[in-house]
């Protein structure tokens, strides 16, 4: 389990370094429109669709690594209260819920990925996606995401313990 775990860890990583490239090409994206555009030459019709597409990928690729990684929000205070062992408990619950969430979703989306491909389907814009493409950054996102919230409930680590440096951003 540990080997699929790390295995995941380094796929979250790339998906990661992945999402900052094409986040890189947003800002080129934008930025060539507005340029064209300010030179009063025609508009780039598919600048609109393509940083659409980019934001949804940029939204779902990098989750799992933001899950390993704690970079989510979470409600510290309410455990100050708690017990350890009621602690301990709710943040099994807690893990429990995110993975139901998340395989649930990652179902929706893959069981809607294999359906526009079986189907030949298009997302159509200003340029045709097949309609699989949009599924597959959720599909995935969420999937991977699964399998780091159930590394924290199998005990690999806790989304509750956060070193010093980690908690100042370095």
Same mark, same amino acid.
């Given at each position: ?14 998906? $990661? ?13 934008? &930025? $060539? ?31 799992p ?9 979470? &409600? ?13 408990? &709710? ?17 929706? $989306? ?40 159930l ?9 509750y ?10």
């Open positions: 389990m540990q080997l699929l775990f790390d295995w995941n860890g380094r796929l979250a990583l790339w998906l $990661a370094h992945l999402t900052m490239v094409i986040l890189g090409l947003l800002v080129v994206v934008v &930025v $060539a429109d507005v340029v064209v555009r300010t030179a009063g030459l025609r508009p780039l019709a598919w600048a609109s669709s393509t940083a659409e597409y980019i934001l949804l990928y940029a939204a779902f690729l990098p989750m690594y933001l899950v390993r990684t704690k970079g989510h929000v979470f &409600v510290e205070f309410l455990r100050g209260p708690m017990t350890p062992a009621l602690r301990r408990n &709710v943040e099994r619950l807690v893990y429990l819920i995110c993975i139901a969430i998340c395989a649930y979703l990652a179902w929706v $989306a893959s069981s809607g990925g294999v359906l526009a491909w079986r189907e030949g389907s298009y997302e159509t814009r200003t340029f045709d996606m097949p309609k699989w493409l949009v599924y597959l950054p959720m599909a995935l996102g969420f999937s991977l995401a699964t399998l780091e919230w590394r924290y409930l199998m005990g690999h680590d806790s989304m313990h956060i070193d010093a440096l980690q908690r100042e951003g370095f």
